[in-house]
């Protein structure tokens, strides 16, 4: 009976001692395969980010690239010209950032004729917007006086605003269009238009201040033409067919809901400026130092 009992303790022991020995192994190829199986989904999901995110650095990169090759063209010109601009982009840009959450939450609704509507309704903000800033452009140079720059920098400064105005009312065009095809992960297109006009600003500021020695309205009309590049490539795209499901055409609905987009715009444009202004004033105090052309030159080509 001892023996026979042992016997079929043996056997009762045996399947489990068959079963725990391979579990082992067993752990640790499930490790593995989690190690393989999170290193391949990090793999995808960079690569899905990047898709996005890559083309909207060059997007990003290259238009401020324009000013800096204008800067490297006809420095002193530019750079104190680059604190009235500046303000002015600021607060576009701010404002035409609501534009990207809203935009948003239609594309993820599926209401995608709103995003044509946004943009138009945007435009006509940005427009305005415009219209009411050009007072710093016409009397750019009493302000930067007011402010205490030197005399030679603001009589320069005024007289480069002048020639700046389109520049401006490109913004007013080109900021809304990034914001709605970001929005649409068309971001490709974006970079790619965006590097188109980058290597016609380079020629254009060859062509036009080497070549053609316009010097400064040289310098002013140069960076009007590159940016109205930008404006009629993402425009041309947009409207002939590009976003078809998006764009239906313009539309008297622009026109409808406008102070609630006011101030949307407002609030996103006051953030915005927040953030970028500071840099600016850190020139305009440059401005009271000596020598402060040589100083206002350095830092803003820096």
Known sequence: MMKSEL?????????????????????H???????????????????KLWHIVGPAIISRITPYSMFVITQAFAAISIASNVVVVGFNIGLLLGMASAL?????????????HMLGIYMQRSWIILFICGVLLLPVYIFASP??????????????????????????????????????????LKTGVIAWVSLAALLVHVFVSWLFVYRLKLEVVGVAVTLNFSWWVLVIGLMGYTVFGG???????????????????????????????????YYKILI??????????????ALSIW
């Open 100 to 112: 990207e959450t809203l935009c948003g939450q239609a594309y993820g609704a599926k209401k995608y």
């Open 29 to 47: 190829q499930e490790d593995e395969d989690e190690d393989v199986d999170l290193t391949r989904r990090v793999l995808v999901e960079s690569k």
């Open 7 to 27: 016997g079929a303790i043996d056997e009762r022991k045996a399947p489990l001692l068959e079963y725990s020995s391979p579990a082992v192994g067993s752990e």
């Open 143 to 184: 302000i930067l006086k007011l402010l205490g720059q030197p005399p030679k920098v603001a009589e320069l400064s005024g007289s480069v605003a002048i020639w700046m105005i389109p520049l401006q009312f490109s913004f007013v065009f080109q900021f809304p269009l990034q914001q709605f095809l970001q929005s649409q």
């Open 243 to 277: 976003c078809p499901l998006t764009w239906s055409g313009f539309s008297i609905d622009a026109f409808s809901g406008l102070w609630q987009f006011v101030k949307l715009s407002a609030a996103s444009g006051l953030m915005l400026c927040l953030e970028n202004w």
């Open 284 to 297: 305009l105090m440059t401005g009271n130092l000596k020598n402060a052309e040589i100083a206002v030159d």
